[in-house]
């Protein structure tokens, strides 16, 4: 073992394991965390050379200062030995590393590049095992860490290893420390290895020394090598000032480069600032700011000193903390002067534009103008994150404080509105005169401002009246801010409990507008505004309109405004068609609310496997561009499906752990959402005065559970609670209320709802004819609905000793609640369907019940015929994991081949197959 590694034997170990595992195909990821100096580039050398050992290909990326800010900088060092030996059998993957890498103009998302990337090295890892090597992952670009994030999830099914390593104190934010990847510390040596390696790098030290040197160091092995360097004499060490580890070994540095000649010293900061590698421009640079011919021969003394090496070629620091130490110590006016040489000699313009960005003092628009370009390019690119970091830049050095807000705005609205004001956008605000803003900017500030306040659904009546106001007096300077100040509170709109001046504002300002009657746009605001209202506009709109006729954009508005409007069997076609639309794009963002309310649509319809699906999939995207809110929301709706299928303590734990996490928020409409949970928990456990009491609160204006929009969603669980209660006239006046609102919308789901229960609440000598008229209702499209309505049905013919009648509608609620998991209901028409003189044998559970989410979308996909990197493609993992996956599903359904596959599939749902999301 290289003295280097002594100590590091139980890191070793760990490495040695999981190359192994990704050597037999089982492949993950590993972060060394440490402070600097302490080892993790030794350690990563180390995992490299193993590798090579046991057959592996190597690729290695390093995070620099100078290159953080430069998209897919380190994305690129990575991938470039593979680039040219790997041709990917979809394009798409070709295109996107074209445009992320700078080689083409095609619009990207990071996404598509994650996958392209995943793609890349999955691919060539069928030759021979990969491990990827990232260091300084502190420093590497965001849009590189990102990236490789995206990847490090994707690798248990492939034999690819990523190890990456970084300084503990400096991943706040990091995607990659964010992700599945193990994390290794990297802890000082301890004494006795210490002491073995003090010896090794400076024998003969006087004892005093070596026992203040071994105490200085606090078994950092660059402090063992480096600080007896820094000893002329014995009392030197004793009169160490007492700093931190760290700020002691800079400061050695700084010392020793501090003692170099002017011209090596300039030298040094040019290597430490200049983010290119070319000898000549970074020799022309020290030039110009010396005003004297530069060679590389200035850089002998700072060899001699121990501040630089050689490595394959190429001259670089021997530590980041020289690098650190250089840069730190210049003066200001120097390091803009050597910005300032860079900029004149960058042979691209996004170079020259960044270093020029550097060396300005002050505000400069021209500077602060090209930079607003370059965040556009790099969002083209996929690169939101650098984009943002360049916006702000551009704020900060724009004189005028319009363009900084308009810049400001830029920067966060690349998240979509609702994202938390971030201090730039204050500073923005606080630099521009109020008075001198548009309002409608201004009150696109003051929603970004409150977005994330606790009382943003109390507060919302006062907030949206507001927004209604300027939209109706200003919305004819400019239709297309006005349009997109609406959109931008139209969700808030909907989850919000509104009054109705709120709502009647809201629609006045809609109109304004100059959209066609049409529009997808105006059809899901008014949807969102006032579903009930403008209900039966909405449902016209949506006549004769197919999904994937229009826009991503269109099906996605469509679908949300049929959602709202409770014509859920339209609403996931639409949002299906946008959800693929999204998937394609790689827009993860908005994927992850649609994927919620989706999850939401299908839990309604008794579409239980979609539900799963799309749950799943939108838990799985928080953190890769999906929002913890929608993905608890989404959470709720599996709960509920999970309540159905017998699941109800798993429910009831989830119901608990989200409200409890709602503390602080005040009327949100996620606690309606836990009402439900609860109150189909409570029927599933046969618990159904529990379940009114959840369910009530849903419809109590004065509680807190109330959501006037959302409580149609738990109408038929309410009803069938008060009938096994017993307590129907605790829920009439409710009953005719939602009628005479489904009479006047239209709405299909409360048409539905109503009409199924509406025999419960018959008088005796009419309860026969309002179940035919029920029956004849229409139902087919709404399982869960009509499942009631026969259950009730032939529970009451029973009742009149009308049992051999009674087995036709039991039997068809037993089923329909069988098929599609509903244990308890399953269970209680078995039960009538004894009472009324038919064996009925035990409960089967639904093949698709025993398949885990990411396994049903698997199974959707293999069923209409794509191949294994197609599905990949489709969910964005590699083929690999689509394979192994499959291996999974076809015993669990039972089947040997993809055309038994697919007839499982179909027959699921009564035909509807899974309706992947």
């Known amino acids: ?166 300084r503990a104190g400096d991943l706040g934010g990091n995607p990659l420390a964010e992700s599945q990847l193990r994390v290794v510390p990297v802890n000082p040596l301890d004494e006795h290895a210490a002491a073995v390696l003090l010896d090794a790098r400076a024998p003969g030290l006087p004892p005093l020394v070596r026992e203040h040197l071994l105490n200085a160091a606090e078994g950092n092995p660059l402090a063992l090598t480096e600080l007896p360097l820094a000893i002329r ?71 001699r000193a121990g501040l630089i090496r050689t490595v394959s070629g190429r001259l670089v620091f021997r530590h980041p903390l020289v690098r650190a130490a250089v840069d730190r110590s210049a003066a200001p006016d120097l390091r803009r002067a050597v910005h300032a040489a860079l900029a004149d000699l960058a042979g691209d313009e996004e170079r020259r534009v960044r270093h020029r960005a550097a060396a300005t003092v002050g505000t400069d628009e021209e500077v602060a103008a090209s930079l607003e370009r370059l965040a556009v390019r790099a969002v083209r690119r996929g690169a939101g994150f650098t984009a943002e970091a360049l916006l702000e830049r551009s704020v900060t050095l724009s004189p005028d404080p319009h ?29 521009a005169d109020p008075a001198a803003v548009d309002p409608m900017t201004r009150c696109v500030l003051e929603m970004l401002t409150r977005a994330e306040t606790p009382d943003r659904f109390t507060g919302a009546p006062a907030a949206l009246t507001h927004v209604a106001r300027v939209v109706s007096r200003h919305g004819a300077t400019d239709p297309a ?79 949300l405004a049929a959602l709202f409007v409770g014509a859920l069997p339209t609403a996931t076609g639409f949002l299906r068609s946008g959800i693929d ?79 409890a996490t709602l503390t602080d928020e005040r009327a949100t409409p996620l606690v309606a959402l836990v009402q439900l949970v609860r109150g189909t928990a409570g029927l599933a456990a046969g618990d159904p005065q529990a379940a009114l009491d959840a369910l009530l609160r849903m419809f109590d204006p004065h509680g807190g559970a109330y959501n006037r929009n959302l409580r149609g969603w738990g109408f038929t669980d309410l009803m069938d609670a008060a009938a096994l209660t017993g307590r129907l006239d605790a829920v009439r006046d409710l009953h005719a209320e939602m009628t005479e609102l489904a009479a006047r ?104 019940d025993t398949l885990t989410s990411q396994e049903l979308q698997i199974a959707q996909l293999a069923a209409e015929g794509l191949t294994n990197r197609e599905i990949g493609d489709r969910l964005y993992v590699s083929p690999r994991t689509v394979r192994n996956h499959l291996y999974n599903i076809f015993p669990k359904l039972g089947v040997s081949s993809r055309a038994e596959l697919a007839e499982v599939v179909q027959a699921t749902d009564g035909g509807n197959g899974i309706w992947v999301t």
């Open 403 to 431: 363009d900084a807000i308009r810049r400001a705005l830029a920067a966060v609205s690349g998240h979509g509105y609702g994202r938390p004001a971030t201090p730039l956008l204050r500073l923005a605000i606080e630099r």
């Open 233 to 303: 004499e014995e009392r030197d060490i004793l009169a160490t000032p007492a700093l931190p580890l760290t700020e002691r070994l800079a400061r050695s540095f700084g010392d020793r480069a501090a003692g170099l000649p002017v011209a090596t010293r300039t030298l040094l900061l040019v290597m430490a600032v200049n983010d290119g590698d070319t000898v000549a421009e970074m020799l022309a640079a020290a030039s110009r700011v010396t005003g004297t011919p530069t060679t590389l021969d200035e850089l002998a003394p700072a060899e």
């Open 745 to 848: 919308t239209g709405s299909p789901q409360l048409t539905a709802a109503t009409a199924a229960s509406a025999p419960l609440l018959a008088a005796a000598g009419t309860a026969e004819a309002a179940f035919d008229r029920a029956l004849a209702s229409g139902l087919h499209d709404w399982p869960w609905q009509r499942g009631s309505l026969l259950l009730h049905y032939g529970s009451w013919l029973r009742r009149q000793r009308r049992r051999t009648e009674a087995r036709g509608p039991l039997r068809a609620a037993y089923e329909a609640y069988e098929s599609i998991g509903a244990q308890a209901w399953a269970e209680r028409a078995a039960e009538e369907l004894r009472s009324a003189g038919e064996n009925v044998s035990g409960l089967a559970r639904p093949a698709m």
């Open 581 to 659: 639309g999204l998937r394609s794009l790689g827009n993860f963002a908005n994927l992850s609310w649609a994927l919620a309310y989706q999850a939401w649509a299908c839990a309604l319809l008794a579409r239980h496997p979609a539900t799963i699906a799309a749950a799943g999939e939108c838990t799985r995207l928080t953190g890769e561009g999906g929002t913890p809110r929608w993905a608890m929301g989404a959470a709720l709706a599996e709960a509920a499906v999970s309540a159905r299928r017998g699941q109800v303590a798993p429910a009831h734990a989830l119901a608990d752990r989200t409200e």
């Open 1 to 166: 073992m290289p003295s280097s590694l002594v100590g590091r034997t139980a890191e070793i170990a760990v490495l040695a394991e999981a190359i192994a595992r990704a050597d037999a195909g089982h492949g993950g990821g590993l972060l060394l965390t440490g402070d600097p100096g302490v080892g993790k580039s030794a350690l990563l050398d180390a995992a490299a050379e193993q590798a090579r050992q046991r057959g592996a290909r190597v690729l290695r990326c390093v995070g620099t200062p100078s290159e953080s800010d430069r998209p897919y900088a380190g994305l690129r060092r990575l991938l470039t030995p593979v680039l040219g030996t790997i041709e990917a059998p979809l394009p798409a993957t070709r295109q996107a590393l074209r445009a992320a890498l700078g080689d083409s103009d095609e619009p990207v998302t990071a996404h598509r590049v994650g996958l392209a990337a995943l793609q890349l090295l999955t691919d060539a890892a069928q030759r021979a095992p990969l491990t990827v090597i990232a260091d300084d992952v502190q420093w590497l670009d965001a849009a590189s860490c990102h990236v490789l994030a995206f990847v490090v999830r994707r690798l248990a099914d492939d034999p690819v290893l990523m190890v990456a390593a970084a």
């Open 481 to 559: 801010k006005a349009l997109r100040l609406l959109e931008s509170v139209g969700n808030l709109a909907f989850l919000a409990d509104l009054d109705e001046p709120t709502r009647t504002a809201l629609l006045a300002a809609l109109d304004t507008l100059p959209l066609e009657p049409g529009d997808p746009r105006r059809t899901t605001l008014m949807a969102q505004i006032s579903p009930w209202e403008r209900g039966p506009a909405v449902l016209a709109s949506l006549a004769g309109r197919r999904p994937g006729d229009a826009t991503t954009e269109a099906d996605l508005a469509l679908g």
